[in-house]
């Protein structure tokens, strides 16, 4: 494959979908002509084959020119002979102008960015490239289809991890059958700390069914907010629950104007557990190093912690703030002990929490999903970019390769192409 300036054509031109509305004269060109790989020496070159498709790279829209040279042999223009033309490399869409970086700068501008399809166009316009709405979010809609397999493998590795922290999110959705209002949806992420991969899956609810469904096959450590729908897994045997220490300490910071004395008390001894683990992180403890100091530190401060809480609440109204923070800790507390049983458990669900964060700036921005499907669409990449993001890979050098390569690989290796496992 070889890159030059415009070629003059031969003694006849084929462009690809001649009925398409012309791609724009003033954007620059890049030309790249295909031999074929078969030995032409000996034949006539009787035309050329030339499939245009729109790119983008560094803020600038371009058209790439595909110009595939036809050979016959000589004096065999007007038979029915083989004509020998070079392969086109794979399209990420079949019969669309838009070729692989410009889908995956849609896709990462939406998901990443959180620009609204509509602010993108209106960019593009200001470039003289007119892109009906439509067609954008259908080019998007397809480029989903491809990596499906890709979320689904990538799907089956996180579940497939013996320590997974949980929580959810809503999401608005547009709903054909419910006119005048929107449909609330949610997102339940599920994080693997110990691969940093996570995995985000759309539900039309926040009921119980849906990570009962999920998480049917699940072993292993669960950490949650102490949201009533994890109940469940208290009884499923191989499941061992825990909670989040973030979430108690917030009770006690919100209960502050309520008691300032007893939910400081509280507050600097739940600070005092950050510090230790702070401590581990600090001087790079392995988990057998963080379990065994955690039982020697965190343990007595847990137990001192414990008869804190069970003092101040033998004095405080019950349905005061404080009286509820005090209530949902002690209520939680086995669960929130359980991280000192294992050095590689966390003493909050944090991480999950920031995988959450880009969620909420895309409703900000773009406000609900345009259907159920749209939004399971919005998983797949919020899981497939939050794990780029952890891996430390570019979203968008990474997208845009696989989507040039993705129809052309071995569906039993596709798991070479996720960001954990991606090497371009």
Not at 305 to 330: E, F, I, R, V
Not at 408 to 424: F, R, S, V
């Amino acid at each position: 494959m070889k890159v030059e300036g415009y070629e003059k054509k031969t003694t006849t031109v084929r462009v690809n979908h001649p009925g398409r509305n012309p791609l724009p004269d003033h954007l620059r060109k890049e030309v790249i002509r295909l031999e074929p790989t078969e030995d032409v020496s000996g034949l006539k070159c009787v035309g050329e084959e030339i499939t245009r498709v729109l790119e983008y790279q560094q803020g600038e829209l371009y058209i790439k020119e595909y110009v595939r040279p036809e050979y016959i042999k000589p004096n065999e223009e007007s038979t029915e002979s083989k004509r020998v033309l070079a392969t086109l490399p794979s399209m990420p869409i079949d019969k669309a102008i838009v070729g692989p970086f410009l889908l995956a700068y849609l896709m990462v501008s939406k998901f990443v960015d959180h620009l609204p399809i509509y602010r993108l166009l209106q960019m593009f316009s200001r470039q003289k490239v007119q892109i009906d709405p439509t067609t954008a979010s259908n080019w998007i809609k397809q480029g989903c289809n491809l990596i499906i397999p890709l979320y689904e493998a990538h799907r089956r590795q996180v579940l497939a991890a013996r320590y997974l922290s949980v929580d959810e999110t809503p999401i608005k959705v547009i709903d054909k059958n419910k006119k005048g209002t929107t449909h609330q949806g949610y997102y339940w992420v599920y994080y693997d700390t110990g691969q940093k991969l996570a995995l985000f899956e759309y539900q039309q609810g926040r009921a119980a069914m849906w990570p009962k469904e999920t998480l049917k096959d699940f072993q292993g450590y669960l950490q949650s907010d102490g949201y009533a729908a994890y109940d469940q897994f208290d009884r499923v045997p191989g499941i061992t629950t825990m909670n989040c220490w973030a979430h108690a300490r917030r009770k006690f910071i919100d209960a502050q104007d309520f008691d300032q004395e007893k939910s400081t008390a509280v507050l600097t001894q739940i600070q005092h557990l950050y510090k230790l683990e702070s401590y581990c992180q600090d001087h790079g403890f392995s988990p057998e190093q963080i379990k065994a100091y955690r039982q020697e530190h965190a343990v007595p401060a847990l137990a001192s912690l414990h008869q804190t809480l069970q003092d101040q609440l033998n004095d405080t109204l019950p349905q005061s703030p404080l009286g509820k923070a005090l209530q949902y800790s002690l209520s939680r507390w086995d669960k929130l002990c359980v991280y000192t049983q294992d050095g590689s458990l966390r003493i909050d669900n944090n991480l999950v929490e920031n995988s959450i964060r880009p969620v909420a700036i895309g409703r900000k921005n773009y406000m609900f999903a345009g259907s159920h499907e749209a939004a399971q669409n919005a998983a797949m990449l919020y899981s497939l970019f939050a794990t780029c993001r952890l891996h430390g890979i570019n979203p968008m050098e990474w997208l845009a390769d696989i989507l040039s390569k993705i129809k052309d690989h071995k569906i039993n290796a596709i798991e070479e192409l996720l960001p954990q496992n991606y090497k371009k």
